[in-house]
């Protein structure tokens, strides 16, 4: 399920995102990257029907009717559930092997979303980044919550606007 750094560079946009991306190119021309890994989407997308089931389709078809304040409230209901449901267990084995292999230090759990930019739309700075995180826990907790802010209120009305 998860991917190594040094892997990514073969997989797809809609697979590991733009960032990791980036991230496998500056590699592969030989920049100084920090080791790292990537949670593909696929494991958000089940961790979203975990969460949501059906319920996020029948939500998110609503959000052009809403305003702010009633996309906000929904975002943070969805955000709830998300952060609230439980991990996969081979992903949390796999988090804690990761981790692991990446040793002692503080990690930075950042979303490298798929469709996070094209040419119509670019979500730079509205998914939540968390640095210096140090345990399995904490690394679990941001994970989910760097997940659950792809549905936060300013990222429903930005998708709404540019993808309607």
């Known amino acids: 399920m998860l991917l190594r750094g040094d892997s990514a560079a073969q997989a797809s946009e809609l697979t590991v995102g733009g960032k990791a991306l980036g991230l496998s190119a500056l590699d592969a021309l030989g920049q100084r ?3 790292w ?3 593909p989407d696929a494991a958000f997308q089940a961790h979203l029907d975990s969460a949501l089931g ?10 052009p009717d809403l305003d702010q304040r009633a996309r906000d ?7 709830r559930q998300i952060e609230r449901a439980v991990l996969d267990d081979g992903l949390y084995i796999q988090l ?13 759990v950042r979303s490298s979303m798929s469709g996070e930019d094209s040419a119509s739309a670019s979500y730079a700075g509205q ?3 968390f640095l ?5 826990e904490d690394v679990v907790v941001a994970l989910k919550r760097c997940w659950a802010s792809s549905l936060a209120g300013r990222v429903l009305s930005y998708r709404a606007a540019h993808e309607g």
């Open 33 to 35: 990257v920090p080791p």
């Open 37 to 39: 890994f990537v949670v």
């Open 132 to 136: 210096h995180r140090r345990s399995l």
């Open 96 to 108: 804690r092997d990761a981790l692991e292999r990446l040793g002692e230090g503080p990690v930075a």
């Open 127 to 129: 998914l939540e980044t």
């Open 54 to 63: 059906d319920r996020l389709e029948a939500e998110l078809t609503r959000v």
């Open 73 to 79: 409230e929904l975002g943070n209901a969805l955000g």
